[in-house]
């Protein structure tokens, strides 16, 4: 067995931490453990480019009132705080790096068809049950509402739901800051490193086990044989570029069939999503999918029936029974996992939980 202290020397206060899986809970918790002074190493089966996460492939929306319409409270409230931390972070990597990370935070419209009027009054109705203090947050629009949001959409919808605070961020390009942050501030990468499994102090790979004064556990729904209970639930989005959609903000569509959404990118690029299937194949984007995505975006804008599809992309959201994050902690261990659909929503929560968790822990075995 190798020690850390191969990879790194300590200095005094600093840990030695390794981090298993770097997509977004593994940069998100190497960068902010770097800036606290400590020594990281992040190992992952894929490159640096993290094409293995399922943070890649996310829409990335922060949608804490569209989300909480059939979820916990808990994704609401831990997603408000979200709304509040990502600029401040992101200011601050783009400070670090030089890059630029396009977000908004113009809110959401959500809209139906005019058959479809009932699945939208459902999701206000549990709203209305989920979330009554924040009502505030849930305006209902008619159609010259909609036009000065959205003008292009306004010929098509008579009515719908404007939620102000919501927003998205553009995850490539976070991902990439983050890789530049992490290795600006020291942290070694290890790529195309499969972690066999994780213990105490030990990252074990194939070859070598490795000691740390610390082991995270972030890598997903590659910590299945370690985690009970742990399951993948299949999404698949679409990229497409449409040069005559000029949307501001991201839109929903209330569907009783085929929910869909579309989160705005840079460059009249946007993501499609997504589908949720309970499965763990990770097989390409289907035929079937792809006709229900694409028609019901047509339905939403004609202006993307001109646009051209420029990837297709599958991959399962790592969930617990309970569909809710965890973060478990024993001396040498920090367990991270479970964000299902609300990655980018619930892990600035979960982040500022497990350094707190961590420091403490830290601190209880120097006491000792
Ligand atoms: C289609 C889709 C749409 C989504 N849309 C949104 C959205 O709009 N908003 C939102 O908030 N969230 C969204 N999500 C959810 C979000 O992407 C996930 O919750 C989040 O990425 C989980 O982060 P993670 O770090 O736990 O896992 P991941 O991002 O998957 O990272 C895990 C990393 O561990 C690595 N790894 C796994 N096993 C091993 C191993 N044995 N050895 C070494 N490395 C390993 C992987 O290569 C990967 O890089 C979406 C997800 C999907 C699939």
Redesign the pocket.
């Known amino acids: 067995m190798n020690d850390a202290s191969d990879i790194r020397h300590p200095t005094s206060g600093s840990l030695n931490i390794g981090i ?8 998100l918790l190497a960068w902010k453990l770097l800036q606290q002074g400590h020594h990281v190493s992040l ?4 490159s640096r480019e ?1 094409e ?12 804490p009132y569209s989300e909480v319409a059939s979820a916990e409270r808990q994704v609401f409230d831990w997603g408000l705080m979200a709304l509040r931390w990502w600029p401040e972070q992101i200011a601050l990597l783009e400070q670090q790096t030089g890059q630029t990370i396009h977000y908004g935070m113009a809110g959401s419209v959500v809209l139906a068809h005019d058959l479809d009027k009932s699945s939208l009054r459902h999701f206000e109705q549990q709203l209305q049950a989920k979330v009554p203090d924040h009502l505030d947050g849930v305006e209902r629009i008619d159609r010259e509402r909609l036009r000065s949001l959205e003008p292009e959409l306004a010929d098509r919808y008579s009515s719908g739901l404007f939620l102000a605070d919501e927003g ?1 961020l553009d995850n490539w390009a976070l991902l990439l800051a983050l890789e530049i942050a992490i290795s600006k501030l020291g942290g070694k990468w290890y790529e195309h ?4 499994s994780v213990a105490p102090k030990r990252i074990v790979l194939s070859d070598e086990t490795l000691a740390f004064d610390w082991v995270v556990d ?6 299945k044989a370690q985690l009970p209970g742990l399951r993948g639930v ?4 679409l990229w497409v570029h449409a040069p005559e959609v000029n949307l501001q903000r991201p839109v929903r569509l209330m569907h009783p069939r085929y929910k869909l ?1 579309i ?1 705005p990118r840079p460059g009249n690029r946007y993501v499609i ?3 949720e299937i309970e499965s763990e194949s990770m097989q390409p984007v289907t035929v079937r999918s792809t006709l229900e995505l694409m028609s019901a975006l047509y339905s939403v804008h004609s202006g993307f029936a001109e646009a051209s599809l420029l990837h297709a ?6 969930a617990m029974p309970d569909n809710l994050p965890v973060l478990n902690g024993e001396v040498g261990l920090l367990t ?2 479970g ?9 600035p929560q979960l982040v500022e939980q497990a350094l707190a968790m961590l420091a403490e822990q830290t601190a209880d075995s120097v006491a000792v």
Do not use: I, K
Not at 313 to 318: E, G, K, L, Q, Y
Not at 339 to 347: A, F, M
């Open positions: 298993a899986g770097a997509g977004l809970l593994g940069r190992f992952d089966r894929g993290g293995l996460s399922a943070a890649r492939v996310a829409a990335s929306m922060l949608a998205y490193r499969e972690v066999v972030s890598r997903g729904l590659g910590a299949r999404g698949e989005v959404y989160s999503g997504a589908t992309f599958a991959h399962c959201r790592p991270v996992n964000l299902y659909r609300h990655g980018y929503l619930l892990s």
